[in-house]
């Protein structure tokens, strides 16, 4: 029953239950990344007929309120605000998005609960990151509109599950529509996606290098060179695996993990700062440079809607033509 009625949407974008909910064209989001998802990159996605999204991590509500301002300045179309629920300013960004009745928000790193109810007075939908079957029937049940169902593939702070295992559980447990996240580079993905049930899908790693994406060239170059093995996650032990290019910071991290005696705070200290010296400064040894693990099928840069029409038109062919049983 899944099937058909996904089957249907994916092939008719007017009708994708995601499309209808936020008011785009094509059921894709882009990743809240912090650091780098700014009104430049946001605007240039709803624009291409996508959702944009800002990043609210790297900011308190100053800092938001103007990038809000910049966006809108950019697009008349939808865009969103991501909130990193373990950021010290997730309290006063959660009140910005609600006073500036941003029209949706998304959450990640955390349980959003305690957010909602405010969230949901002010018209704004509520569309969390989950990395757990449990989390995706609690959020649904507090109102959310839908679900983020992101796989370990995905870069920056991972959840342990992967992508094709989390989407048809999560799929199955909730009646909101589920966007697919983690490991999706390519038509391919776009079309995976829609067979495991997701109505929509997120991506972030393919927007690193768009290029109304302004972060340092050197972390494109990374990007665009990267190979499939190149990524890795560190910081497990601790309770918050987050996944990067392999460099000396991340070897660095990765040596220091299981030091006998190191403390978790001492393991934190050590990666602060890293995610600013990538976007801003282009430091290669120094740098976290997040990245999920298709960055070895990303190898051009281009704008935001070549990305979005070459995503949808793959994805298309690949549903109609793709016969599994002929492989
Ligand atoms: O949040 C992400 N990815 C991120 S956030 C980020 S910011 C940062 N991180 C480390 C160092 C410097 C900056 C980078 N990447 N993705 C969404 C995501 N959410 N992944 C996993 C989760 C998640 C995990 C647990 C969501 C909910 C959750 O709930 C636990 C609970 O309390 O129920």
């Given at each position: 029953?899944?099937?058909?009625?996904h089957r249907r949407e994916a092939r008719v974008m007017a009708s994708n239950?995601?499309?209808?909910?936020?008011?785009?064209?094509?059921?894709?989001?882009?990743?809240?990344?912090?650091?780098?998802?700014?009104?430049?990159?946001?605007?240039?996605?709803?624009?291409?007929?996508?959702?944009?999204?800002?990043?609210?991590?790297?900011?308190?509500?100053?800092?938001?309120?103007?990038?809000?301002?910049?966006?809108?300045?950019?697009?008349?179309?939808?865009?969103?605000?991501?909130?990193?629920?373990?950021?010290?300013?997730?309290?006063?960004?959660?009140?910005?998005?609600?006073?500036?009745?941003?029209?949706?928000?998304?959450?990640?790193?955390?349980?959003?609960?305690?957010?909602?109810?405010?969230?949901?007075?002010?018209?704004?939908?509520?569309?969390?990151?989950?990395?757990?079957?449990?989390?995706?029937?609690?959020?649904?049940?507090?109102?959310?509109?839908?679900?983020?169902?992101?796989?370990?593939?995905?870069?920056?702070?991972?959840?342990?599950?992967?992508?094709?295992?989390?989407?048809?559980?999560?799929?199955?447990?909730?009646?909101?529509?589920?966007?697919?996240?983690?490991?999706?580079?390519?038509?391919?993905?776009?079309?995976?996606?829609f067979?495991?049930?997701?109505?929509?899908?997120?991506?972030?790693?393919?927007?690193?290098?768009?290029?109304?994406?302004?972060?340092?060239?050197?972390?494109?170059?990374?990007?665009?060179?990267?190979?499939?093995?190149?990524?890795?996650?560190?910081?497990?032990?601790?309770?918050?695996?987050?996944?990067?290019?392999?460099?000396?910071?991340?070897?660095?991290?990765?040596?220091?993990?299981?030091?006998?005696?190191?403390?978790?705070?001492?393991?934190?200290?050590?990666?602060?700062?890293?995610?600013?010296?990538?976007?801003?400064?282009?430091?290669?040894?120094?740098?976290?440079?997040?990245?999920?693990?298709?960055?070895?099928?990303?190898?051009?840069?281009?704008?935001?809607?070549?990305?979005?029409?070459?995503?949808f038109?793959?994805a298309e062919?690949?549903l109609e033509?793709?016969?599994?049983?002929?492989?």
């Amino acid at each position: 029953r899944h099937y058909e009625i996904h089957r249907r949407e994916a092939r008719v974008m007017a009708s994708n239950r995601l499309c209808e909910l936020v008011g785009i064209e094509y059921p894709i989001f882009q990743g809240g990344m912090a650091w780098v998802a700014n009104a430049s990159l946001a605007s240039a996605v709803s624009n291409a007929g996508g959702l944009g999204i800002i990043a609210a991590m790297n900011s308190n509500a100053d800092q938001l309120r103007a990038e809000i301002s910049k966006c809108r300045a950019l697009t008349e179309k939808p865009f969103g605000v991501n909130v990193m629920l373990m950021s010290p300013f997730a309290d006063e960004v959660a009140a910005v998005i609600a006073e500036e009745r941003i029209p949706v928000v998304t959450t990640g790193a955390g349980n959003p609960s305690k957010y909602m109810e405010g969230w949901l007075a002010a018209d704004v939908k509520v569309i969390p990151v989950v990395p757990s079957v449990a989390l995706a029937k609690m959020v649904a049940r507090r109102g959310a509109s839908a679900v983020i169902a992101e796989g370990g593939e995905s870069g920056g702070h991972v959840g342990d599950l992967t992508t094709m295992a989390l989407v048809p559980q999560v799929c199955d447990a909730v009646e909101i529509p589920v966007i697919a996240a983690g490991g999706i580079g390519d038509g391919r993905g776009v079309a995976a996606a829609f067979m495991l049930g997701a109505c929509g899908v997120q991506l972030g790693t393919r927007f690193l290098v768009a290029k109304e994406c302004t972060i340092h060239q050197n972390y494109k170059n990374k990007v665009l060179a990267a190979r499939d093995i190149d990524t890795i996650t560190t910081g497990k032990r601790f309770g918050h695996p987050v996944r990067c290019l392999k460099n000396d910071f991340s070897r660095m991290l990765a040596e220091n993990e299981y030091k006998p005696g190191i403390t978790a705070e001492e393991f934190e200290k050590l990666g602060v700062g890293a995610l600013r010296k990538a976007v801003l400064d282009g430091d290669t040894a120094g740098g976290s440079f997040m990245c999920g693990q298709i960055a070895g099928m990303v190898d051009r840069e281009q704008t935001c809607a070549e990305i979005i029409r070459e995503l949808f038109t793959q994805a298309e062919d690949v549903l109609e033509r793709t016969k599994i049983w002929e492989k």
